[in-house]
């Protein structure tokens, strides 16, 4: 039976790639083991968003050839490249990495099983050269019976909606990576959560390029063939929401990246009328400046931004708002960092993170003048994140006294509606709280950007919380 280790690199939408991955390997008949010394073969899935990304990818593939090499047991193991940075550079890597057996991408992550056995098949010569499977630019995507092996706590998944970008963002490489967006239907997206919530998941998050977008390329899920594009904007995704929020259960629907170009009155009013879409939105808005916003060509405008975060508060009472920032990008003045900085703390996002622009080869952006200085961009990030860190600390102080549903993550740290997996804050309680279930909570304290916690009705000097116990 073939041994194979899998390492999963980058964001959610990669980690469902290599859930498929490993669902297509079990299917096959072999078995997939967390160590990479016991493995007959080793995965990479890769990620190529940022130059950090690459940087962490390339190290990960020279030190599973370096281990290799170093266990006599395992030295006809092969190494295998697979995701984002396969396909992004899929014309170079073989020569650039020949330590590599083979290179897939995006588009062979369901026939990975017969790509090991092709590899297996094969001599791998003094001369070899990495032999490429990726095929052109990525179209497939995945279907709710799509085979897959979860890799996330069993009380929580990832539901990729949709594949690929249509954005003209001067900064991104992804829709070169991923190709052209493509929707799965509503009917496949309820089947598969339907099938998550038999399995036990109480958080939903839906992911994609952009969530916003679902359903706006396929002319069958718009109302009828005489409406214009424009018109139905968010139809399909509203009519996911109200019927994923129709599926009988207890449990959370989370919208993840979604993009402000695409947000409609609908979209606000159908999260509003369903009590199991978190009350969390996370809408990356990149900038404030009209002359930024321009030069990233990001299809938004100032005063766009500002009125649609207006609605949303307005129509959807105890939203929490994140979203992202680039600092550095090329071109952007102190006035441009002031005015962002301004429009941040008249806003006072619950939740924000800042990217250093990052100069992606293939990008309008990387060809821009004038690049701003490394030590520039630094410096505006650390007053950007110094700011959100004091709003941060006051919109945790307003959770003093409240009390709170909870999910539970591990033994005492848990997660609210206003905090998604991996990238928020957490809420510290006693462990004696089971993991994986919803709990009712008062908020007793906070700490920057985490919270703590006891079962409602608990007095605080009962007992300490797991973060007070350390």
């Known amino acids: 039976m073939i041994k194979v280790s899998l390492i999963s690199l980058g964001c959610a939408k990669n980690l469902v790639d290599s859930e498929i991955m490993v669902g297509h390997l079990h299917q096959a008949g072999m078995l997939v083991v967390p160590e990479a010394e016991k493995a007959d073969v080793v995965i990479v899935n890769t990620c190529s968003f940022i130059d950090s990304s690459k940087e962490e990818s390339i190290g990960h593939i020279l030190e599973m050839h370096e281990q290799r090499g170093m266990r006599k047991r395992r030295k006809h193991q092969k190494l295998i490249v697979a995701g984002c940075m396969s396909q992004r550079f899929a014309k170079d ?16 992550v369901n026939k990975v099983a ?71 239907t509503v009917a496949s997206v309820v089947a598969e959560a339907r099938q998550l919530v038999r ?70 009013r159908t999260i509003a009328a369903c009590p199991k879409v978190a009350r969390y939105i996370d809408i990356p808005l990149q900038h404030i400046s009209d002359r930024m916003l321009g030069l990233m060509q990001r299809e938004t405008t100032s005063a766009y931004i500002r009125d649609l975060i207006r609605r949303i508060r307005a129509g959807i009472p105890g939203i929490a708002i994140r979203t992202t920032f680039i600092v550095g990008f090329p071109g952007e003045t102190e006035a441009d960092v002031d005015e962002l900085c301004e429009f941040i703390r008249e806003t006072r996002f619950e939740r924000l993170g800042v990217f250093r622009y990052s100069q992606e080869e293939g990008t309008r952006a990387a060809k821009m003048e004038p690049q701003v200085p ?52 957490r809420v510290y309680l006693p462990i004696t709280v089971p993991v994986g279930e919803f709990a009712t909570v008062k908020i007793t304290g906070y700490e920057d950007y985490d919270l703590l916690a006891l079962p409602a009705g608990e007095e605080p000097t009962t007992r300490k919380v797991a973060r007070q116990a350390q």
């Open 93 to 108: 890597l073989p020569n650039a990495l020949p330590e590599v057996d083979a290179f897939i991408g995006l588009d062979q």
């Open 114 to 184: 017969p790509i090991i056995e092709e590899i297996f098949a094969r001599e791998r010569g003094a001369n070899h050269v990495p032999v490429s499977f990726i095929e052109g630019r990525s179209t497939w995507i995945p279907d709710y019976d799509t085979p897959r092996f979860r890799l996330t706590p069993k009380h929580f998944a990832y539901l990729k909606i949709a594949e690929g970008c249509n954005h003209p963002c001067t900064f991104c490489i992804i829709p070169q990576i991923r190709g052209r967006h493509r929707s799965r």
């Open 199 to 268: 399995e036990g998941v109480k958080e939903i998050n839906l992911i994609s390029q952009d969530t916003t977008f679902f359903g706006m390329d396929t002319w069958e899920q718009r109302p009828s063939p005489r409406t214009p594009v424009d018109s139905s904007r968010g139809t399909a995704l509203t009519t996911l929401l109200r019927e994923l929020n129709a599926i009988e259960g207890d449990f959370w629907i989370r919208l993840l990246y979604t993009h402000p170009a695409h947000w409609s009155d609908e979209l606000i």
């Open 374 to 425: 490394r030590k520039v961009k630094e410096a505006r990030w650390h007053r950007v994140m110094a700011l959100q860190k004091e709003i941060a600390a006051e919109v945790s102080e307003a959770y003093v006294g409240q009390t709170l549903k909870i999910l539970v993550e591990e033994p005492g740290v848990a997660r609210g509606e206003a905090d998604a997996p991996d990238i928020d804050g």
